[in-house]
C-alpha cells in the first residue's frame, strides 16, 4: 500500500451534521479496542517496513487520545508524506508547539463556515470559537495549515466568503470538497444539494479560483461543470470502473485496527493488523476483488448503464457512493446520474 488513512480514533468532543462517522463516534471515554500506544507505534513501524509513502491520521478527533502527541511525535521520526485531520478545537500551545517541531505536510483544520452562525449550526454551539483559538496558537507557533470546508446544502452560500476568511487568517490553502451523502445521516434532507445548487457551488467556485492566489483554493466541485458542457455522444471509449486507489494503492486502517479499502466503505472489512502485517493488506481476498472490479467499466459492469448517453463520459462514478447508496459496488453513483440530469438509479 502506498498511502494509508489511519483513523487513530472514534472519539470526538464534536458530533458535526455531516460526519460520516455519526453513528460510530464515542465519548472521551477510553474504548477498549482502541490499539494502545504500543500498539500504535508498532503499526507504524510497519508502515516504515511495508514502503507506505503517505500516512492522512484521522478521527474522531485525533486530539482526544491522551496519548496523541507521543503518537504524533513518534509518526514525526518517520519520512512519511504525514497529513493530519482536526476540528482545531483541542489544539492547545502544547499542541501547536509539538506541530510546529515535526514535519506534517498538510495540517488540515476543518471549518463550515466563516461566522459562528454558519459554521456552529454544522459542528455545534462554541465550536467556531475554540477552533478559531486553536488557529491563533498554530499562527503563535508558526504553524502552516490548511483550512477545508466539506460543502452541502447549509453553507454552500458561503463558499466566497469562507475563501476571504481563509485567505484572511492566514491559511496556506482553503479546500472545498462536497458533502458525501449517507442515507443513514438522519440530516442527510439538510444537507444533500440538488443538482441546480451543486452546480451553483461548482460556478462559484470557478470563480473565486480566477480571483484568489494562483493555488489557493484547492477543489474539484468545479469539474462538476462539465456535464453542463460535456458533449456525451463525443466520447466513445469506456473508463476503468476504479479511477482511485481503491484496492490498489490505498487503505484506511480504524482505531480497532480492523483495516478497510475506504474511509466510506466501513462494514468491508479485510483484516485487521492484530493478525497482519501491512505489507499484506494488498493481497487479502477482498483487496483482490477490489482490483478485479477494478479492470471492469460502466457499459460492462454496471447493468443501469449501458443505456446511458453518459456512460463513457462518466464512467459509472464514484464506487464508494454507489456502495453507501445501494449497498454494493456494482450499482450507479447517484451524484453523477444527478449531475446528468438522467434517472439511471432506478
Known sequence: MRGIFWEVTSRCNLRCMHCYLHEELTSLSTDPYELDTLECKRLIDQFEEAGVFYVTVLGGEPFCRPDFITILQYLGEKKFWTSLDTNGTLLDKMAAETLGAI???NLNVSM?????????????????????????NLTECEVQFRIGMIVNKMNYPHVEEMAEFCLDIGAQDAGFSLYVDSPSNRFSSMLRMNRREIFAAARKITEVKERFP???????????????????EEYTRSKNLIPCGLGKTQATILNNGDIIPC??????????????????????PQMRK???LGTLAADTAIEQCRSCRWKYFCGGGCRARSYLEYGDLVSPDPLKCLLAGVDACE
Open 103 to 105: 514535519t506534517i505536510k
Open 112 to 136: 463550515e463556515g466563516p461566522r459562528p452562525e454558519i459554521h456552529d449550526a454544522i459542528r455545534g454551539a462554541g465550536a467556531y470559537e475554540k477552533t478559531i483559538r486553536g488557529i491563533e
Open 214 to 232: 494562483k493555488g489557493f483554493i484547492k477543489s474539484d466541485i468545479d469539474g462538476n461543470l462539465a456535464f453542463l458542457s460535456a458533449n456525451p
Open 263 to 284: 474511509t466510506y466503505m466501513r462494514t468491508i472489512v479485510v483484516g485487521n493488523v492484530r493478525e497482519i502485517h501491512v505489507s499484506e493488506i494488498a493481497q487479502t
Open 290 to 292: 477490489m482490483r478485479e
